[in-house]
């Protein structure tokens, strides 16, 4: 997910979304940091970078210099709310032993939330043009009656890769991914389809599927892709050519 200038609602939405889902967090823009701890500290209003780590780890850097000026090694509580301005906070807290950071958004520039993995991941074989190609010959491999109507189809907001029309007539866009899809992928899927939508008739736009298929999906993905009625298949190998029996230019004799 990457949000430029957002506004307060939509920072404060992310911000939690990101935090529960445990992705890593970047926030970049003026604020002010308080710590309260075995110490106290105030540092002064001003453009620093916010990072926030799957594991609860927090830090907070200027523009110069290696280390940060703040940090919190542990978290064991990550809350997101407003102060008395009606600005966004968040607030890193430490039980043991007892320490807070309070960090105070002013008006950030951009927010980048993603998925990191330590483990390795599964990724299909082939290049993403050897994909292509397989699957819009054999499209009933990821569902039976689809009919291939355009391949990488510009739409304005970038290339479709698989355009195609169902058993019941409905278009269906198709988004392809070689690892383990992520909320990017699902933000790509949703600007395609909406796209369609609006070069399509009225009569034709609501019908229009969305579907995003890779080896596997991450739960944050999963849940946005709920949310905006899109749907995954599974895609794990490259489909089969079909089978042709070779011609001898024999025949038997009756």
Same mark, same amino acid.
């Given at each position: ?18 935090? @529960? #889902?445990? !992705?890593? &967090?970047?926030?970049?823009? =003026?604020?002010?940091?308080?710590? *309260?701890?075995? +110490?106290?500290?105030?540092? @002064? #209003?001003? !453009?620093? &970078?916010?990072?926030?780590? =799957?594991?609860?780890?927090?830090? *907070?850097?200027? +523009? ?191």
């Amino acid at each position: 997910m990457i949000l430029e200038t957002p506004d307060k609602a939509t920072l404060e939405d992310a911000l939690r979304l990101a935090i @529960e #889902s445990r !992705e890593f &967090v970047q926030v970049i823009g =003026p604020c002010e940091v308080v710590y *309260v701890g075995r +110490a106290a500290s105030l540092t @002064e #209003s001003g !453009e620093y &970078v916010v990072m926030l780590k =799957p594991d609860g780890s927090l830090q *907070v850097h200027g +523009a110069r210099g290696v280390k940060p000026i703040n940090w919190q090694p542990k978290t064991d509580d990550l809350r997101v709310t407003r102060d008395e301005d009606d600005r966004v906070m968040l607030l890193a807290e430490r039980r043991s032993p007892s320490e807070l950071v309070q960090i105070t958004f002013f008006e950030p520039r951009l927010m980048i939330a993603l998925e990191l993995r330590d483990e390795k991941v599964f990724q299909l074989h082939g290049s993403e043009a050897q994909m292509h190609e397989a699957l819009k010959r054999n499209l009933s491999s990821l569902e039976i009656g689809l009919t291939l109507l355009e391949h990488e189809l510009p739409v304005g907001v970038g290339d479709i890769d698989i355009y195609a029309r169902d058993a019941q007539g409905c278009v269906v866009v198709i988004e392809i991914k070689r690892s383990k899809a992520s909320q990017e992928a699902v933000h790509q899927l949703e600007r395609y389809v909406s796209a369609v939508r609006l070069q399509l008739p009225p009569l034709f736009s609501a019908g229009v599927r969305g579907i995003l298929a890779a080896p596997d999906i991450s739960k944050p993905a999963r849940k946005q892709l709920e949310r905006l009625g899109l749907e995954f298949k599974v895609f794990t190998a490259l489909p089969e050519e079909p089978k042709t029996v070779p011609q001898t230019g024999l025949f038997e004799l009756a």
